[in-house]
C-alpha cells in the first residue's frame, strides 16, 4: 500500500522561528510537492521537486525553501515562520509526468 | 492562479440519492482528476479522465469531460454517509508537472 508520511499533524511555533515540515513517501516516485490549503482558496503549489536536488517554485514561494537530498524526502522550510503561514500544509508525490498525486496526512501549522 | 472552479460549493443531500458536482476550467488540458477530501485530512485520487476521454467509470462514480465547454461533472450514485466529504478537481497542462486544483464542493449525505 502507497504512503505518504508528514512528519507533524498539528504544529504550533513563534512568529520569526525556523520551521521544518517533513515529507517522506515510499513508492520510490521522482516528484514531490508541497502546497498550502486555505479555506475558500483551495490548495495552492508552493514547490515542487523533479528529483532528488532538483525544485521548481510554484505559484507561491515567497517566504519558503525546500530541500530534497534523498528521492524519499522533500522538507518545507519556513525561514522565519509568520502569522500569514498559519494553514494545512499538504505533501504529495508521484511518478512523471501526467499521473495521480498521493497525499500526506497534512500537517495543520499555527503560528502564533 | 485557480484553474478549475466546482459547482456548487456545498451540497446536502439524503442517503441513497445522486450527487452530482461540476467542474469548469479555463485553458487546454492534459488530463483533469477528481480528489476527495474528509475533514482535516490529505486528499485521495478517485479518478483521472485524459482529455481524449468522454466518460470514465469507476464503482460509484462516473466522471464526464466536455473538452470544447471546458468542463466535468462527477456524479456520485446511490450516496452513503461515508462519501461525505470535500471533492476536488485538478488539471494538468501539456508540458506542464503541475496539478492546479479548484476551490471544492463541500457535500454533506444526510443519513
Known amino acids: 500500500d502507497v504512503k505518504v508520511t508528514q512528519s507533524s499533524r498539528y504544529l504550533v511555533k513563534r512568529t520569526g522561528e525556523k520551521v521544518f515540515l517533513e515529507c517522506v513517501q515510499d513508492?520510490?516516485?521522482?516528484?514531490m510537492f508541497w502546497y498550502r490549503q486555505d479555506p475558500g482558496l483551495g490548495l495552492r503549489l508552493i514547490y515542487f521537486?523533479?528529483?532528488?536536488?532538483?525544485?521548481e517554485k510554484g505559484d507561491i514561494p515567497e517566504g519558503y525553501s525546500v530541500s530534497r537530498e534523498k528521492k524519499e524526502r522533500f522538507s518545507l522550510i519556513l525561514e522565519s515562520a509568520s502569522t500569514n503561514q498559519t494553514s494545512m500544509y499538504l505533501c504529495?508525490?508521484?511518478?512523471?509526468?501526467?499521473?495521480?498525486?498521493?497525499f500526506g496526512p497534512g500537517t495543520r501549522l499555527t503560528v502564533l | 492562479s485557480q484553474q478549475g472552479e466546482e459547482d456548487p460549493q456545498a451540497l446536502s443531500i439524503q442517503e441513497g440519492e445522486n450527487a452530482t458536482m461540476n467542474c469548469s476550467y479555463k485553458t487546454s488540458i492534459n488530463n483533469l482528476q477528481w480528489y476527495r477530501q474528509n475533514s482535516g485530512r490529505g486528499l485521495v485520487h478517485l479518478i483521472l479522465?485524459?482529455?481524449?476521454?468522454r466518460e470514465k467509470h469507476s464503482g460509484r462514480l462516473r466522471v464526464t469531460l466536455d473538452t470544447s465547454k471546458k468542463s466535468s461533472s462527477l456524479l456520485i450514485t446511490a450516496s452513503r454517509a461515508a462519501d461525505t466529504a470535500s471533492y476536488f478537481c485538478a488539471t494538468v497542462g501539456f508540458g506542464n508537472e503541475k496539478l492546479t486544483f479548484g476551490t471544492g464542493t463541500r457535500l454533506t449525505i444526510i443519513p
Open positions: 504529495a508525490s508521484r511518478l512523471p509526468i501526467y499521473n495521480e498525486q498521493f
Open positions: 513508492m520510490d516516485h521522482e516528484n
Open positions: 479522465i485524459r482529455s481524449n476521454e
Open positions: 521537486s523533479y528529483d532528488v536536488k532538483m525544485k
